[in-house]
């Protein structure tokens, strides 16, 4: 059983993201920006997996991924982008912040278990295709 942090400010998204989650036997915990995301990882840095979102508030997905992979005690924490609103060019900077893998929205169930599976079981190396 792992322990993943979502941070998405979009609450139907949050709830699908968690009931995914959750249908795996993973403990979740909700935050609903960037900030809080980062205040949370700070205060208690054994979660195991971080799903972000880009677009939020008070500190967006690309700032949390860069502040995040700026602290050492997070460079091997695996970091999922969910977005809808990025373009190639963006997926591939956000993947060179330190982000571990991209899943397009709208969350698809069977993918989003996948990619979660493949990080948790390579003990924090994300497989790659």
């Known amino acids: 059983m792992a322990k993943i942090l979502i941070a998405e400010d979009d609450r139907i998204s949050q709830k699908l993201a968690a009931k995914i989650v959750k ?9 609903p920006h960037g900030k809080h995301a980062y205040e949370t990882l700070m205060a208690n840095n054994d979660f195991d997996l ?5 677009m939020m508030p008070e500190m967006d997905g690309q700032q949390l991924i860069k ?8 460079n091997d924490l695996p970091i999922i982008i969910m977005s809808a609103v990025v373009g190639i060019s963006d997926i591939s900077n956000l993947l ?5 893998l991209f899943l397009a929205k709208p969350l698809e169930r069977e993918e989003l278990q996948n990619y979660i599976t493949r990080c948790l079981d390579t003990d924090g190396k994300c497989l790659h295709n």
């Open 23 to 31: 249908e795996l036997g993973h403990i979740v915990f909700v935050s």
């Open 67 to 74: 502040t995040l992979r700026g602290d050492q005690q997070f």
């Open 96 to 100: 060179k912040l330190g982000a571990t």
């Open 50 to 54: 971080l799903l972000t979102d880009i």
